[in-house]
């Protein structure tokens, strides 16, 4: 070998290290900023109010009849991997009677709710619509329910609530 190829071998053993050390040092960065986790929204209505639309912070805009709720989901809502105590959402909500109580039209409500401790990230954001326009807002991987779930149990319609007719039933 002559000295050019001899310098030029070092120059590469000399650069192979600079890469090895930059990527070592890389490793030992702090972990980059993930961004917002995101969930889904389910609602749950308490109340004898059809809810005609929804929305958290925006994000929704699905019906739920009354004493009903649960299972349908609408994408999606971003939220803070890490729960703190200020953590609030504006909740926009339209409500109109259901049978058996006439309808007199839509009513609009608004509320900064709470979104209710959490420890770890959940799938969905569930919404619970209850009675005198109070709101509780909980994420959780689990749905109401769940021996687990740490909100109201599903809405339960009272003895005399009419059974709602849907048009499947009536063929």
């Known amino acids: 070998m002559n000295a ?28 980059p900023d993930k961004g917002s ?6 609602a749950y209505n308490h109340t004898e109010d059809f809810i005609y639309q929804f929305y958290i912070d925006g994000a929704g805009g699905a019906s739920v009849r009354a004493y009903e709720g649960g299972g349908g989901f609408i994408c999606c809502i971003g ?5 703190r105590p200020d ?3 504006t909740v926009r ?17 608004e509320k900064v709710v709470p979104i209710e401790q959490y420890k770890e990230l959940g799938t969905t954001l569930n919404v619970h619509f209850l009675e005198q326009g109070n709101v509780r807002l909980i994420i959780s991987s689990m749905g109401s329910g769940h021996p687990e779930y740490p909100g109201p149990l599903p809405p339960v319609k009272p003895a005399e609530w009419p059974k709602t007719l849907y048009l499947e039933d009536l063929k």
């Open 93 to 109: 909500w339209t409500t109109s009677a259901s049978n058996p109580k006439p309808y007199t039209g839509e009513t609009w409500h």
């Open 4 to 31: 050019f190829q001899v310098g030029r071998q070092h120059l590469r053993q000399l650069l192979s290290l600079l890469v090895l050390a930059v990527l070592l040092v890389g490793c030992k960065a702090e972990e």
């Open 87 to 89: 953590l609030k959402a």
């Open 79 to 83: 939220y803070p991997r890490e729960w």
């Open 37 to 42: 986790a995101t969930a889904q929204i389910s």
